[in-house]
C-alpha cells in the first residue's frame, strides 16, 4: 500500500505538470502580451487640452477677457468734474488699454470753431472731432477708453457709453474748487440735474449701450469695481439707468 501511494502521489505530480503545461500553451497570448512593446498612450487628449491663462482651472471655461479678438472701445463721458479722466487713466493703466481724450485731441488739432466769450469754453467742431476720434479708434491695436463730455455728442464706432454722476452738490463744490465761474458752474449742475449726457447718449446710441455710474461718496476701487462689471458683465441683463437729481430743481 506505501508503494501504491506513492505511485499515485507521482503521478499526480506529473499530471499537474502536465496540465500546467497545457494551460501555458493555451495561455499563449498572454504570455507574447507580456512580452510585446507597451502600447503608446493617446496623445488626442493633450492635443485637445486648450490653452489657459495661468492659475486658470481646466474645468472652468476661459474668461471672454483673455480672448485676443475682444478688442473693446468703450467711452466715459459725463460733465466735468465727474471723475472721467481720473478712472478712465486708472484703467487704462492697471489694464494697458489705450486711452484718448478728445479734450486733448480738440486742443491739439485746433478743433474748434470759435471761443465762448461768456465763459472762454472752445466751441468744438463736432464733425470734424467725430472723425478723427473714429480714426484713432480704428487704428488702434488695443483696447481703448475714450474720455471726455464731449463723447456723447458725436457717434463713435464703441460697444459702451458709460456716463459718470455726481450728486449735484458735490459737483458744485468740485467745480467752485476748479475755479469755474458762476456761469459755467451753473450751466454744468443744470446738465447733470436734467440727465443731459443720457439724454444725448441714448439719442446718438442705441440704449443698451449705454449705462451710468453714480460716484457719489464712492472710493475709486468702488468705481473701478462697477466699471468693469459692466465692461465685462457676469449677467447679460442690461443695468437700466436709474439715477434721477431732479429733485433739486426745486431746491
Not at 25 to 49: F, I, L, V, Y
Not at 193 to 199: E, F, K, P, S, W
Not at 205 to 220: A, F, G, L, R, S
Amino acid at each position: 500500500m506505501p508503494k501504491k501511494q506513492r505511485i499515485l502521489r507521482g503521478k499526480s505530480k506529473s499530471a499537474n505538470s502536465a496540465s500546467n503545461s497545457k494551460l501555458k500553451r493555451k495561455s499563449g497570448a498572454s504570455c507574447k502580451c507580456k512580452n510585446s512593446p507597451a502600447k503608446k498612450p493617446s496623445q488626442k487628449k493633450s492635443e485637445t487640452k486648450p490653452n489657459l491663462p495661468k492659475n486658470q482651472h481646466p474645468a472652468k471655461k476661459i474668461p471672454a477677457n483673455y480672448k485676443k479678438d475682444s478688442r473693446k472701445a468703450i467711452i466715459i463721458t459725463g460733465v466735468p468734474a465727474t471723475g472721467k479722466t481720473t478712472i478712465a487713466k486708472k484703467w487704462c493703466t492697471k489694464y494697458g488699454w489705450d486711452y484718448i481724450s478728445l479734450n486733448n485731441l480738440v486742443a491739439d488739432n485746433k478743433l474748434y470753431t470759435k471761443i465762448d466769450k461768456k465763459d472762454g469754453a472752445k466751441i468744438a467742431d463736432l464733425q470734424a472731432l467725430q472723425k478723427l476720434a473714429n480714426e484713432k479708434i480704428k487704428k488702434s491695436a488695443h483696447s481703448i477708453i475714450i474720455d471726455g463730455h464731449l463723447a456723447c455728442e458725436i457717434k463713435l464706432g464703441v460697444q459702451k457709453i458709460i456716463i459718470l454722476r455726481l450728486n449735484p452738490t458735490e459737483l458744485t463744490k468740485r467745480l467752485n474748487a476748479r475755479k469755474y465761474s458762476k456761469y459755467k458752474t451753473e450751466q454744468n449742475v443744470k446738465a447733470e440735474i436734467l440727465d443731459y449726457c443720457t439724454i444725448v447718449s441714448e439719442h446718438n446710441y442705441p440704449k443698451e449701450m449705454v449705462y451710468e455710474i453714480d460716484t457719489t461718496d464712492k472710493t475709486q476701487i468702488k468705481i473701478m469695481r462697477e466699471l468693469k462689471d459692466i465692461i465685462y458683465p457676469k449677467k447679460t441683463k442690461r443695468i437700466v439707468p436709474k439715477i434721477d437729481w431732479t429733485n433739486f430743481l426745486l431746491k
